[in-house]
Nanobody, 116 residues
C-alpha cells in the first residue's frame, strides 16, 4: 500500500493549508481515510477521519477549523486546515483502512509548521 501525502509547509498563525493524500496501491475500496498528527515528544492523535460514505470524525482540538473530504474515485483524502495556530505544528500522517482488513496503513508524514 502506498499513501502519498503532500501539502505541508510553513504558515503563519491564522493562515491556512490544504493537505492531500492519494492511495495508489492497491486500487481497492477504502473504508476509512484520515489524518493523524504527532508533535515532538507527544503521542499521535486524531485530526480527522472520513468513511467512504462521508461520515466524518474530528479531534476536539481541530473541530470548527479543519475540514476533511475525500474523492472515492481517486482514493484521495484532503484536509483543509484554517485558522492554524502554533499548537497545530506537527507531522501529519495520512491513514487508510481497506474493506476486508482491520489494520491501519500509514503514509510517510508531511510536516506542518505554524509560526506565531
Amino acid at each position: 500500500v502506498q499513501l502519498q501525502a503532500s501539502g505541508g509547509g510553513l504558515v503563519q498563525a491564522g493562515g491556512s493549508l490544504r493537505l492531500s493524500c492519494a492511495a495508489t496501491k492497491p486500487a481497492l475500496r477504502i473504508k476509512t481515510m484520515g489524518w493523524y498528527r504527532q508533535a515532538p515528544g507527544e503521542q499521535r492523535e486524531l485530526a480527522a477521519t472520513i468513511t467512504e460514505g462521508g461520515t466524518t470524525n474530528y479531534g476536539d482540538s481541530v473541530k470548527g477549523r479543519f475540514t476533511i473530504s475525500r474523492d472515492n474515485a481517486k482514493n484521495t483524502v484532503y484536509l483543509q486546515m484554517n485558522r492554524l495556530e502554533s499548537w497545530d505544528t506537527a507531522t501529519y500522517y495520512c491513514s487508510a483502512i481497506y474493506f476486508g482488513r482491520s489494520y491501519i496503513h500509514w503514509g510517510q508524514g508531511t510536516q506542518v509548521t505554524v509560526s506565531s
